[in-house]
């Protein structure tokens, strides 16, 4: 699925237990669509007038197609598109795609209608956006190790609820569980307020990923 000069590059395949995702990590530089895109696909990618923006794009969709990838299925075949909640997907099956600083990032669950992932590199930050995007009792002080982990976290969530940045980051509480209000309180109820679980996990070296995946309700609840 990703050509042997990707995998030469340093691609990652992991599957995380807690959320029980895949993810396929794939670095940026040096790729070439061959036959991995659809028609339509195609013309999106022919479309960018900003190389980095068009490399970005291709990356995540060939690191997707890698998971989505089943026998006998060719990549042109597996059409990346939208759901009603403009979240990617391929067909029925969800998939997460993130960018950052020269890595891609693809995420899928088998069967799950809850799922986003972020990829977020390590670096200072102004201290305003401290302030702008943390509760205290998130972030006591800054850090921007912890607070690119929080980010993440909160990117996973608003990606999966299918807003993004139409969401306000203070509307999404992470300490030792998640709490939402405002917009993204409102959708996770229109959505059935699904059990779902997150995890973050410091790699590649320098960034932080994080994952949340719907999950089965534990026992009695």
């Known amino acids: 699925m990703i050509s042997d000069k990707a995998l030469k590059q340093n691609a990652v395949f992991q599957t995380w237990p807690l959320t029980g ?4 990590f794939l670095p940026v530089a040096g790729l070439e669509p061959g036959t991995a895109l659809s028609g339509r696909e195609a013309a999106v990618y022919a479309a960018f007038r900003i190389e980095k923006r068009r490399s970005e794009w291709l990356a995540g969709r060939l690191a997707a197609k890698a998971l989505l990838a089943e026998d006998g299925e060719k990549p042109a075949e597996l059409e990346i598109g939208m759901d009603r909640l403009g979240r990617p997907c391929c067909g029925a ?10 890595w891609a990032l693809a995420a899928v669950k088998p ?11 390590i670096e ?7 302030s702008d995007y943390f509760h205290p009792s998130e972030l006591p002080k800054p850090d921007p190790s912890e607070g690119t982990r929080l980010w993440a976290l909160k990117e996973a969530l608003m990606k ?11 509307d999404i509480r992470v300490t030792d569980k998640v709490v939402f209000t405002g917009k993204p309180l409102e ?9 779902f679980t997150v995890e973050a996990r410091p790699f590649p070296e320098g960034f932080w990923t994080a994952v949340a995946a719907g999950a089965e309700p534990a026992p009695g609840r």
């Open 21 to 24: 995702t895949h993810l396929q």
């Open 93 to 102: 099956r969800l998939v997460s795609i993130s960018h950052s600083n020269g």
């Open 111 to 121: 069967g799950t209608t809850f799922l986003g992932a972020d990829l977020e590199k």
């Open 124 to 130: 200072e930050r102004h201290p305003a956006w401290y």
């Open 160 to 170: 999966a609820l299918g807003l993004g940045l139409m969401a306000d980051p203070m």
């Open 187 to 195: 959708r996770y109820r229109e959505m059935g307020s699904p059990h």
